[in-house]
């Protein structure tokens, strides 16, 4: 190994590179609500037709495919190619004038770009290069700077949307998106497969659902994926109909990002302290509760900023602790590929929190069914935490190779 590629290996340059990635995509990703509204007065696109695409785009990203392909060739090569897809596809947005487009730019393309782009590829190259006693802690440190890309971006979104108009605002995250061709190279270009040739998926996937405690991640992990894609979806628009201005809408959403920072640095070393299915359990537990009070409280312009700083403070901070549990459990080398599959979970219940909700709010004219689904999904998430076996299991990798 080189010089220059031993440093590009140093597990701080890794984070701060991985960290940036996140950032930027997860930012983007999580600004789309705040043109729900606009494209659907200037398009006429109704709430589920977004929210099918939003739906759409939650379930692309959820494919394994980005983990299994940057643990077979690598991390750096896989974001590179993601980064350019993203750009193109939000310089594509500029040109949709309706749900078809839509359909296919802000859900298929941006899907595949983002599948490149945030925790399963950029999670898998951290833990390849932190030792397994601070890797939970590290992969908070990248999960908050996804979160504070969700605090500079919204923002940023809705200025130059308010400002500019939604094609220059698109235009504005195509290149903005191109900051992550800089740092993929900053990321290994190498892969779990350089050690042991032939890497298989099938086998390997197998092995892994033989431990009972990976499905059940699967499945607590579909609840986080309900609740992530649901309120970054729908809560600027619930709060713009509840009578509040646009513009505490977007601040509401930042918060989330803004105190999510600190929420994943806190679970993530949690994480590398505690029983990471007792602090899951905890984590779960209390989205119930914040859930809860906010809509049964009622609704001002202060509540809803105190929502989007408490429940920030537990948005994303179930990634750090649920990829350090696989890490745990199954060790770090087929992290990308393992992860991937419990994301599809994840993705899973974006797909049903983004589109359902919409047409829940189609046909009722009210998200109260889905805020108290949200309620009991959480109390379901946190009893299936609870009975997690985070026992290390044994992959049998050399079967795996074997049957290749």
Not at 41 to 58: K, Y
Not at 294 to 323: D, E, K, N, R, Y
Request: with cysteine; aromatic share 12%; proline share 3%.
């Amino acid at each position: 190994m080189n010089h220059a590629s031993s440093w590009r290996r140093h597990p701080a340059i890794v984070v701060a590179a991985a960290g940036v990635v996140v950032l930027v995509s997860m930012g983007l990703r999580q600004s789309y609500g705040i043109f729900m509204q606009p494209l659907g007065c200037v398009l006429g696109i109704d709430r589920e037709s977004f929210g099918l695409a939003i739906a759409l785009q939650n379930l692309v990203l959820g494919l394994p495919l980005a983990g299994y392909l940057a643990d077979r060739f690598s991390a750096r090569r896989v974001v590179f190619a993601g980064a350019l897809l993203y750009a193109f596809a939000m310089f594509l947005m500029t040109e949709v004038s309706g749900t078809p487009g839509l359909l296919l730019v802000l859900g298929l393309l941006t899907g595949l770009a983002q599948s490149s782009t945030t925790f399963v590829v950029a999670l898998g190259a951290v833990g390849r290069v932190v030792d397994a006693r601070r890797r939970t802690t590290a992969f908070g440190v990248v999960t908050g700077l996804g979160s504070f890309g969700l605090f500079l971006m919204v923002p940023l979104a809705n200025h130059w949307l308010v400002n500019y108009g939604w094609n220059w605002a698109f235009e504005a995250l195509a290149w903005t998106s191109m900051v992550m061709l800089f740092a993929a190279m900053f990321l290994p270009d190498e892969s779990a497969s350089h050690a042991t040739p032939g890497l298989s998926f099938g086998p390997l996937l197998r092995s892994a659902a033989r431990h009972r405690g990976y499905l059940l991640l699967i499945a607590g992990f579909f609840v986080c994926g309900f609740h992530v894609a649901f309120i970054a979806t729908h809560l600027p628009a619930y709060l713009v109909d509840m009578g509040l201005e646009r513009d505490t809408a977007a601040n509401a959403l930042a918060l989330i990002g803004l105190f999510n920072i600190a929420g994943s640095l806190l679970f993530g070393w949690l994480g590398d302290r505690y029983r990471k299915t007792l602090v899951l359990t905890f984590l779960y537990g209390a989205r119930a509760i914040i859930i809860t009070a906010f809509i049964v409280l009622p609704l001002s312009p202060a509540g809803a900023l105190v929502f989007g700083a408490t429940i920030g403070v537990v948005w994303l901070a179930t990634v750090p602790v649920t990829s350090g549990l696989v890490g745990q459990i199954f060790g770090s080398r087929y992290l990308g590929t393992l992860y991937g599959m419990v994301f599809l979970g994840h993705q899973f219940g974006a797909f049903l929190g983004a589109w359902w909700a919409g047409r829940v709010f189609d046909a009722t004219g009210s998200y109260d069914m889905v805020w108290w689904t949200a309620v009991l999904l959480s109390v379901s998430a946190a009893m299936i935490h609870w009975l997690i076996d985070d026992r290390p299991a044994e992959l049998g990798a050399a079967a795996a190779v074997k049957s290749l």
